[in-house]
């Protein structure tokens, strides 16, 4: 089945943005790459901030749902860290240069409009993960008060070690085995009971 216009520019600027920044990349070139002429982009995204946005929401979207059923808390901390681990370690294996688009997005300067366009994703990411914490508070003690900063730090770890493996490993492929998750899980469970 032949890939419709606007999937082949979105697919075309995720490659662009990836290799080398949303910045440096112009709508001629993502045009003349996708095969499509510039009246074509604007007319499916108007702009390319329009297009960063689509594209965001059409990769962001799909993750957030699955890790929003993997944040569902069960009574079971540990489990629950580890289902929500492996949604976040199963979509970087699906969507490396997505995932790492993402964050170096979300790293990028406050004002720019490459911050303003991730953020909203960010936040809800932040949520599910801090969800995790709240419903878990009534069971744990020591997290009365401390669900928005156990959430951060857990996301911090997770995602750092996706991007760092990713970063340094010689393979192609982003691979994360269970052993790892369960790992990175343990210790971030130690670190907050300590």
Do not use: W
Not at 118 to 135: D, H, S, T, W
């Amino acid at each position: 089945m032949p890939v419709d216009n606007r999937e082949r520019i979105l697919e075309t600027a995720l490659e662009l943005f990836y290799a080398r920044g949303y910045d440096a990349v112009g709508v001629q070139e993502i045009a003349e790459k996708s095969g499509v002429t510039k009246p074509t982009l604007y007319y499916y995204f108007k702009s390319k901030y329009g297009l960063l946005e689509q594209l965001l929401e059409s990769r962001g979207e799909p993750f957030l749902r699955e890790l929003q059923t993997a944040c569902i808390y069960h009574g079971d901390l540990r489990e629950t860290l580890c289902a929500a681990a492996r949604a976040v370690a199963d979509f970087a294996q699906r969507e490396p240069k997505f995932s790492i688009l993402f964050v170096a997005q979300y790293y990028s300067a406050r004002e720019s409009e490459t911050y303003q366009a991730v953020r909203p994703l960010v936040f809800r990411l932040q949520k599910e993960i801090e969800g995790i914490f709240e419903a878990a508070a009534s069971d744990l003690g020591n997290m009365h008060g401390r669900q928005r900063q156990f959430s951060l730090g857990f996301i911090g770890l997770v995602i750092l070690y996706l991007i760092m493996k990713h970063e340094t490993g010689e393979e192609k492929r982003l691979e994360i085995s269970e052993e790892e998750i369960e790992a990175l899980v343990h210790q971030f469970m130690h670190g907050i009971y300590s």
